[in-house]
């Protein structure tokens, strides 16, 4: 199963949307299973607390740590703000991520265990800035999220899709639908 986890506050009318859109058309004409988690229709909170959490918050993360036990692959679509994930994104994998689901790590019993082993990950992301501007100021999306985060967790991260310069109108260009198409 393809797990779509989905992270843009506009789930209309945004590029987010659009490629939202435009992978589960794809997925749905390969007849190929899916879910989506909407972090900003769930009304997801992405605070780590001290204090005890709600019933609803709980319910909400053991649907999501079902919902990624089962997948096979994880499709992350989000924004880059200040070319970091979007809070709600950061809060979703602090939270969910979290020990004894996603990892263990106790130096003094052999180190990490990649508990999320066997899973691959897509993420699909847009930029309102130029690749070269990019370029020029590093590539902190891929070393945080698909290394720091993903990859030690033990998710391997098979494909990471930039689209930049978005502007309107929110269509997914052809180039950007030719490699999602090679990877889901």
């Keep these: 199963m393809h797990l779509i986890i989905f992270a843009h506050p506009d789930n209309k009318g945004s590029h987010n949307a659009a490629i939202l859109r435009y ?9 190929a299973e899916f879910e989506v988690i909407d972090l900003y229709a769930d009304r997801f909170d992405p605070v780590l607390r001290l204090s005890p959490e709600s019933e609803e918050k709980k319910m909400l993360v053991e649907r999501y740590k079902n919902l990624i036990t089962k997948a096979e692959k994880l499709v992350f679509i989000s924004p880059v703000w200040w070319y970091n994930l979007p809070a709600i994104l950061k809060g979703f994998i602090d939270i969910i991520f979290s020990p004894g689901f996603a990892h263990d790590f106790n130096p003094g019993d052999g180190g990490l265990k990649k508990r999320l082993s066997g899973k691959k990950a897509i993420i699909i992301n847009t930029f309102g800035r130029s690749e070269k501007e990019f370029d020029k100021n590093g590539n902190e999306p891929q070393i945080i999220f698909d290394k720091a985060i993903l990859e030690f967790c033990g998710i391997e991260v098979v494909s990471r899709i930039n689209w930049f310069d ?19």
């Design 23 to 31: 992978v589960m058309r794809y997925l749905k004409a390969k007849s």
């Design 166 to 184: 978005v502007r309107p109108p929110s269509l997914v260009p052809v180039e950007i639908t030719r490699k999602i198409n090679r990877v889901l």
